[in-house]
Every structure is written in structure tokens, then in C-alpha cells.
């Protein structure tokens, strides 16, 4: 070790992937696969969406956004259940002045510490 430096790691692994909830947010929009399938662009077989909602990597940033596009969500919100939307998902589509007031009362309970 030289100086104040830390020693290196010796390895790096990769990032663990982060789920994504596919199957969830087709069957909250009372889909099949199929039905999904028929709503990519191009149109894709009901055993590529099982598939994606079977997969243990991670989906191309394409195929992410043709499936939130189908969903009519962001491509962020696939990395959320449909039961747990994020504070962005609420607030989207609200009036500027109800966003403004949301994110004040958020910021308050963070400052006050209150859970």
C-alpha cells in the first residue's frame, strides 16, 4: 500500500440485475401474452414474452421501451411492481401546481424525519 491509498479490489463482478415485472404489469392490464406479443413493433410470438418474463438477464434498452410502450408506462416503471408505483408514476400527467404541492409535503416529511 502506498501512502494513505486503499488496496485494490482483486476482482469486480457484474451488477446483479434488477427484476423486471413484465408478467406483473401484463396481467394488471388483463393481458395475455399473446395479446402483448400483438402489441410489440414489430409483433412478437407469445413464447418471446414468456421469455422476457422468465429472463435472468437483463433486456436490451429496445426491447424495454417497445414493452412500456405497449404498457403505456416509462421503460422505469417495468423495474417497479405495478402495486408500488414510484413517486414519478403518481405525479406524472398531474398539474404543475398538485406536483409542486406533492413534492413540498415530501420534502417536509424527509426534513421533519418522519417515516
Given at each position: ?22 408478467a ?18 414489430p ?12 429472463a ?9 421501451e417497445?414493452?412500456?410502450n ?11 411492481h ?8 403518481l405525479?406524472?400527467?398531474l ?21
Amino acid at each position: 500500500m502506498v501512502g494513505n491509498m486503499l488496496p485494490m479490489p482483486t476482482r469486480i463482478g457484474p451488477k446483479k440485475q434488477r427484476k423486471i415485472f413484465v408478467a406483473e404489469w401484463r396481467e394488471t392490464r388483463g393481458l395475455t401474452q399473446k395479446q402483448l406479443g400483438e402489441r410489440m413493433e414489430p409483433p412478437v410470438s407469445d413464447m418471446t414474452v414468456s421469455r422476457w418474463e422468465r429472463a435472468t438477464r437483463g433486456l436490451s434498452a429496445r426491447t424495454l421501451e417497445g414493452i412500456a410502450n405497449a404498457f403505456d408506462i416509462e421503460p422505469t416503471d417495468l423495474y417497479r411492481h405495478p402495486d408500488r408505483p414510484s413517486a414519478d408514476a403518481l405525479l406524472r400527467g398531474l398539474p404543475q401546481s398538485i406536483q409542486d404541492q406533492a413534492i413540498a409535503i415530501i420534502e417536509t416529511l424527509r426534513k421533519t424525519g418522519t417515516k
